[in-house]
């Protein structure tokens, strides 16, 4: 079945620092990938839209500058939280859609802890 | 617009006695429906979904949900529970070209 991996799983990092989260489809091409964060006992909020060799598409609320995407390849997609504060630390999950109706499948998710 | 609503923060259910999990949604057009479970600190694993055809649909590890377009509604069962479906369960509405839109999840206690 179709794969979607999340790398790194665990990261802690320092006020200030920049943390990068890779998104991969490890069996099939996507055009479009979603990042999602989670927080505690709650349920996911949509981020962005990830688009392939195209500008992401942000969520009301969300700073497109906070919260860099790239999707450089059909393969890949990659969040990059920068100047990362406290407040930042949260479990952030990436999904794709395998092509026709086949649902979202997500990578494992990444734990952020900004210290 | 798209919306899906999960009822019941809890649900708890004994061990070998049926479950329920409740979900309605409002949409405009055909459904896509799905559920979704998430073990702790993992992502979503697919469970089922409806597109069309069968009002009852059959998923992964025995559960299955029952479309009821009169009710809005997407109700997640399992005939017997096992203390190892304790997770959080969540509704979806999207697909088609429309973005995902995810309930605010169930957390399901399987007691022994």
């Known amino acids: 079945g179709a794969v979607v991996s999340q790398h790194p799983s665990r990261v802690i990092c320092k006020s200030g620092t920049s943390v990068k989260i890779e998104c991969r489809s490890l069996?099939?091409?996507?055009?479009?990938m979603f990042w999602y964060r989670q927080f505690p006992k709650k349920s996911l909020m949509l981020m962005a839209t990830s688009n392939e060799g195209s500008k992401a598409t942000y969520e009301q609320g969300v700073e497109k500058d906070k919260f860099l995407i790239n999707h450089a390849s059909l393969t890949l997609s990659t969040l990059t939280v920068t100047s990362a504060h406290p407040e930042d630390s949260s479990f952030y999950i990436c999904?794709?859609?395998?092509?026709?109706?086949?649902?979202?499948?997500f990578g494992n998710g990444t734990r952020l802890t900004v210290t | 617009a798209q919306s899906v609503a999960q009822p019941e923060d809890q649900v708890n259910v004994a061990e070998g006695n049926p479950l329920t999990v409740k979900c309605t949604y409002s949409?405009?057009?055909?459904?896509?429906l799905f559920w979704y479970v998430q073990y702790p600190n993992r992502g979503l694993q697919f469970l089922l979904k409806y597109i069309t055809g069968d009002n009852l649909v059959k998923g992964s590890y025995g559960f299955e949900a029952e479309f009821n377009k009169s009710q809005t509604s997407f109700h997640l069962k399992k005939p017997s529970a096992l203390v190892s479906d304790s997770a959080l369960y969540f509704c979806?509405?999207?697909?088609?070209?429309?973005?995902?839109?995810f309930g605010a999840g169930t957390r399901l206690f399987v007691k022994a």
């Open positions: 999904s794709a859609n395998p092509p026709g109706d086949s649902p979202l499948h």
């Open positions: 979806a509405v999207g697909g088609g070209g429309f973005k995902t839109i």
């Open positions: 949409v405009s057009g055909n459904p896509y």
């Open positions: 069996d099939f091409q996507a055009t479009t």
